[in-house]
């Protein structure tokens, strides 16, 4: 079956500094794709969405980049934060057999640890 | 802002109960989710509905059922609880369309002793 996936299951940073966090996607039919961080005892957080019509996409200090030729998808956050420490997943839209909706695929996340 | 609220945030039972999860939403969206989040394995769906009284599987559906009466409101059963189905359990809802973000509850830790 199709997956997403991570290239690196933790990161650390120092503060201030940026951040890049890469995703590898497999299923080459798939147009949307989303980045989320979870903080411990919370639920996914939705941070910004791109759709394959799209190379970058900007959100308040954060970019996600897609380049569909390579299917990779990454992550950068700007000025890393203490608050940005979290799991971060990506996930992508699947295109299942016709008649069903379409359902997110989550990779298996990438904890990011920012360093004082 | 998005609401998704999870009635419990912690919840023990007993093998061979009957558990109830529930989930509701504010922003009126037409889809609902459910997940398990298990270290090592990620988000998986259990079942979805994109409107009242309609119910998809996903892909792992097997011990769970799910009702969706009301457009704001998605409830997860575990017809008997096992101790396989211990786990941390996310409610999200989205849109109606393709390419809407699901929006997350903050989750119900579930264990079953």
């Known amino acids: 079956g199709e997956s997403v996936g991570l290239h690196l299951p933790t990161l650390s940073v120092q503060e201030g500094d940026n951040s890049i966090i890469n995703c590898a996607y497999s299923?080459?039919?798939?147009?949307?794709f989303i980045w989320y961080k979870q903080e411990s005892g919370k639920g996914p957080q939705f941070i910004i969405d791109i759709r394959s019509n799209m190379d970058k996409r900007q959100g308040q200090r954060v970019t996600v980049l897609l380049n569909k030729t390579v299917k990779h998808l990454s992550l950068q956050i700007a000025a890393t934060q203490p608050g940005d420490s979290a799991v971060y997943f990506c996930a992508e839209i699947n295109a299942p057999p016709s008649g069903s909706a379409r359902q997110l695929t989550f990779g298996s996340g990438t904890q990011l640890t920012v360093l004082p | 802002d998005v609401k998704v609220t999870q009635s419990s945030r912690y919840l023990v039972k007993r093998t061979g109960e009957k558990v109830f999860l529930e989930c509701v939403q504010d922003?009126?969206?037409?889809?609902m989710f459910w997940y398990r989040q298990d270290p090592g394995l990620g988000l998986r769906l259990i079942y979805f509905?994109?409107?009242?009284?309609?119910?998809e599987k996903g892909d792992i559906p097997e011990g769970y059922s799910v009702s969706r009466e009301k457009k704001e409101r998605f409830s997860l059963i575990l017809e008997s609880a096992s101790t396989n189905q211990t786990s941390m359990y996310l409610c999200?809802?989205?849109?109606?369309?393709?390419?809407?973000?699901?929006?997350f509850g903050d989750g119900t830790r579930l264990s079953i002793l």
């Open positions: 999200a809802s989205s849109l109606a369309g393709g390419d809407q973000p699901q929006h």
């Open positions: 299923n080459s039919a798939s147009d949307y």
């Open positions: 509905s994109y409107d009242v009284k309609m119910k």
């Open positions: 922003m009126d969206h037409e889809n």
